[in-house]
């Protein structure tokens, strides 16, 4: 069955970076597209950006542009989303997403938390 | 970027009754690409509904899309107990994707 699986939970320091993987099993990698969204605690989907599997091309939401990179590594299958520059309000579960218009399946979640 | 507003933000209802969701757009969203999620705690949203009207794999045909332009409506014909959670619909007839800010279905 189609399934993407995330990294593990990470606590990181204001200013520092974070990578998170996805990494995709089910389906022939390179033929979607992934995206990554983000859910604050208690709050609703915010759309990062999306990568081509196919070729490395991006699509950043302008919010998060000059701080994040996505890309892809089609021998092992697996996404990756950097975001650099942490800030507390980047507290979030982040998600990873077949597709780049609607999104199926989705990956169970990263929870990055930033703290001092 | 287009802002996608739902309401009610939240919805209380008993099982067996109809729920009526709707989402609206600030600018018409091209070709009515508009998808709906359901989310429930603890877990990832579960795409339910794109392209406004046709059902994803394995989706119950008590959901159903409907809408354009600016305005689009996800129907439950009859609630679940299952189908108590937050629905967010979601535009990708633009670049820049956008979220609606959910509603709440809970039972009453």
């Known amino acids: 069955q189609v399934q993407l699986v995330q990294s593990g939970a990470e606590v990181k320091k204001p200013g520092a970076s974070v990578k998170v993987s996805c990494k995709a099993s089910?389906?022939?990698?390179?033929?979607?597209?992934l995206s990554w969204v983000r859910q604050a605690p208690g709050q609703g989907l915010e759309w990062m950006g999306w990568?081509?599997?196919?070729?490395?091309?991006?699509n950043y939401a302008q919010k998060f542009q000059g701080r994040v990179t996505m890309n892809t590594d089609t021998s092992t299958s697996t996404a990756y989303m950097e975001l650099r520059s942490l800030r507390s309000d980047d507290t979030a579960v982040y998600y990873c997403?077949?597709?780049?218009?609607?999104?199926?399946?989705w990956g169970q979640g990263t929870l990055v938390t930033v703290s001092s | 970027e287009i802002v996608l507003t739902q309401s009610p933000a939240t919805l209380s209802l008993s099982p067996g009754e109809r729920a009526t969701l709707s989402c609206g757009a600030s600018?018409?969203?091209?070709?009515?690409?508009l998808a709906w999620y359901q989310q429930k705690p603890g877990l990832a949203p579960r795409l339910l509904i794109y392209?406004?009207?046709s059902r994803a794999t394995g989706i119950p045909d008590r959901f159903s899309g409907s809408g354009s332009g600016t305005d689009f409506t996800l129907t439950i014909s009859r609630l679940e107990p299952e189908d108590f959670a937050v629905y967010y619909c979601?535009?990708?007839?633009?670049?820049?994707?956008?979220f609606g800010g959910g509603t709440k279905v809970q039972i009453k």
């Open positions: 997403a077949r597709g780049g218009a609607s999104f199926d399946p």
């Open positions: 979601q535009q990708y007839g633009s670049a820049s994707l956008t």
């Open positions: 392209d406004t009207s």
């Open positions: 600018q018409t969203v091209t070709s009515n690409y």
């Open positions: 089910g389906y022939t990698f390179t033929t979607y597209g």
């Open positions: 990568v081509s599997t196919y070729n490395g091309n991006t």
